[in-house]
């Protein structure tokens, strides 16, 4: 079945710094979503990118889909304490359902 | 407007009881999803549907998860002879449709059963 898997699991990261989660699938990709989850809190949307090679930018958040839509990137840069929470991707496959990766789970120490 | 909305928000069940799991989506939204979430873990795809319509339930651990949408708005997951690995966070999100459109989630029901 999908698979779509997240790096890293963890990331502690101090105020400031930059951080990247990097989203792979198994297979190609018709469009790809990007998720927020505040601990006890739900996934949020972010955004969506559809087109091979895509990039997008929200504030200080830099979205890329590969080339070969098997492939994403979230980058966020100077993180502040507001950013603190788990980053999914969610892969639309052949069908109409979104799989999740495993997840990034992002700590910015002040 | 509302969003989506679960019930219950906390369900404690003993293992071998069947427990119900309600789903109120944005009003107007066509699709609807059901997602598993361990501790820990990413939302696993449960089922989905396209108004009343299950169009996938290949997520379904076994013959003892069912969904329904009868009407093509209100969705229930049940679980019957809940067990031990039931335990997790029962997630449901709804989009307008789901190619391209977010998807909405709810505030989730945890189940533990005992």
């Known amino acids: 079945g999908q698979q779509v898997m997240q790096i890293p699991q963890y990331q502690h990261v101090q105020e400031g710094e930059d951080f990247t989660t990097y989203c792979n699938s198994s297979t190609t990709l018709s469009n790809i979503q990007w998720y927020k989850q505040r601990p006890g809190g739900h996934p949020v949307f972010l955004i969506q990118l559809v087109k091979s090679g895509e990039v997008k930018k929200q504030k200080r958040l830099t979205f890329q889909f590969g080339e070969a839509k098997k492939n994403s990137s979230l980058h966020i840069t100077a993180t502040q304490t507001t950013d603190v929470g788990t980053y999914f991707c969610a892969g639309r496959g052949a069908g109409n359902q979104f799989y999740f990766g495993t997840g990034t789970s992002l700590t910015v120490i002040p | 407007g509302a969003g989506v909305s679960q019930s219950p928000r906390y369900k404690v069940a003993k293992r071998g009881q069947d427990v119900a799991l309600r789903c109120d989506p944005i009003s107007g939204h066509v699709s609807l999803f059901w997602y598993q979430q361990a501790l820990g873990q990413g939302p696993e795809f449960l089922t989905y549907f396209q108004n009343e319509a299950q169009l996938d339930k290949s997520g379904l651990p076994s013959d003892r998860f069912f969904a329904e949408r009868p009407e093509g708005s209100v969705s229930t997951l049940k679980i019957q002879r809940t067990q031990q690995e039931d335990s997790a966070v029962y997630l449901c999100?709804?989009?307008?449709?789901?190619?391209?459109?977010?998807?909405?989630f709810g505030n989730g029901t945890r189940l533990t059963v005992t």
């Open positions: 999100a709804s989009s307008l449709v789901s190619e391209n459109s977010p998807l909405h």
